[in-house]
């Protein structure tokens, strides 16, 4: 099934905010690190289920896997040959839901059994499903990146419906849904930031105010308004959703710095990882003072490049992948 319906708005104001203020107490962030077993097979976006298991993707290595941080004791799934794993999520019963970015599919690992059961895409131009999010009922919304679509999976019946992002190569990346249940991504092809109506699939693109902007990650924060890291000119920006203004504040280490994995906290402050600079560099903003509260390197491994982080309330950490073949933890104060 394929759906293109789209729309493009304005371009907003912004505000650039020019001066790095970084707090007078900084925030002291505890970094642990697993080193994955398999070489060279690029952990990542892991993803905490229900019994504390934080469950990742090898996306070189194509597999599965999880990690017990208790005990440090990992298990690897195998998966199908050529599905190069992008991402993973996982349901509320434990269920592990996997982004086939080389084949063009969904997997689901059974909690208990470890069936695979695999759902195609409908369309073969969707060849490339790359990040998975879960909405209020469960289903599942995705980007495919190179193939330039946006997707949802209804998880009780397995039926996939797909829209093509009207601009070309736009690249859709990082996606979330928000409170409202409106899905949100960031085109790291372009310059815009885009929305879905989920009734009709139709996409809209709100274009962003500088043309050199290229997002991958973006969150949403308790008042309503979106936020993205911007890879190339080293900035988190505050997009507001009633009137497409749009403020900006250099990250750290400014234009080197090359945000990639983000996310927010349940303070509504966003958190990044800067993987311009070595080691990578795990930094903190605090959206209510617009202030800077955290710069911590990644010093065991280095980190080589963090893509993407979750935020895991219950026990108030977050938890990342990296290229130096680690699985991390973050403690939050």
Known sequence: MRTFLMSVLSIPLVTFFPHYEPA????????????VPWEKSRPRDPYIDPKGR????????????????ASGKFERIEI????????????????????????GRIGRIDAVTRKI????????AVRDPHTLVFDGAGDIWFTAQRANYIGHLATRTGKIRV????TANSLPYGIIVAARGTPWFVQFGSNRLSSVDPATMRVTEHELPSAGTRS??????????IWYADYTRGVVARFDRANGTVREWPTPSGAKSLPYAMAVD???????????????????????NQSWIANTPIAESGGGSVRHMVFHQPTRTLWFGTDANTIARAKLP
Do not use: C
């Not at 059961?117 to 073969?124: E, R």
């Not at 990650?217 to 008042?223: A, G, H």
């Open 24 to 35: 007078q107490q900084p925030l002291g962030i505890q970094i642990t690190e697993w080193t």
């Open 54 to 69: 934080a469950w990742f993707v090898g996306q070189t290595g194509n597999y599965v896997a999880n990690l017990d941080p």
């Open 80 to 103: 199908e040959p050529g599905t190069n794993p992008h991402n993973l999520i996982v349901d509320r019963t434990g269920n592990v839901w996997y982004a086939g970015n080389r084949n």
């Open 117 to 124: 059961t695999t759902y195609m895409m409908p369309d073969s």
């Open 163 to 166: 829209a093509r992002v009207g």
């Open 216 to 225: 991958r990650r973006l969150v949403e924060t308790s008042d309503g308004a």
């Open 266 to 288: 349940d303070r509504d402050r966003i958190w990044m990882v800067e993987t311009g600079v070595q080691p990578n560099r795990l930094v903190g903003f605090d959206t209510k």
